[in-house]
């Protein structure tokens, strides 16, 4: 099993960006698929980005495409999401989750969440 602990949340002005970070302890991180989820008040999970266990495959919801950024450090054991140009429709609980490789499509490990509210 993997763990997961995503942090770099907070409270931004739009335009502005953040950098979320998500720490994995337990396991060889880099045998994980890893996504970013959000869910915004009252609003359905969405999978806002994604990145395969190589780090050579990256996919973006339209929502967020050439503003948010994936990318994973396995040396660190920690993948990251950089979001520019932040909206206060991106405010929402950002949480990460992990696959291990070749165990299908659904991500049963996943942290804790992370808040970012964006202002206007």
């Known amino acids: 099993q993997v763990q997961l602990v995503e942090s770099g949340g907070g409270l931004v002005q739009a335009g502005g960006s953040l950098r979320l970070s998500c720490a994995a302890s337990g396991q060889t991180f880099s045998r994980y698929a890893v996504a970013w989820f959000r869910q915004g008040p009252g609003k359905e999970r969405e999978r806002v980005a994604s990145?395969?266990?190589?780090?050579?495959?990256?996919s973006y919801a339209d929502s967020v495409k050439d503003r948010f950024t994936i990318s994973r450090d396995d040396a660190k054991n920690t993948v990251y999401l950089q979001m520019n140009s932040l909206k206060p429709e991106d405010t929402a609980v950002y949480y990460c989750a992990a696959r291990a490789v070749l165990s299908g499509t659904n991500y049963p490990y996943w942290g804790q969440g992370t808040q970012v509210t964006v202002s206007s």
């Open positions: 990145i395969n266990w190589s780090g050579d495959s990256t």
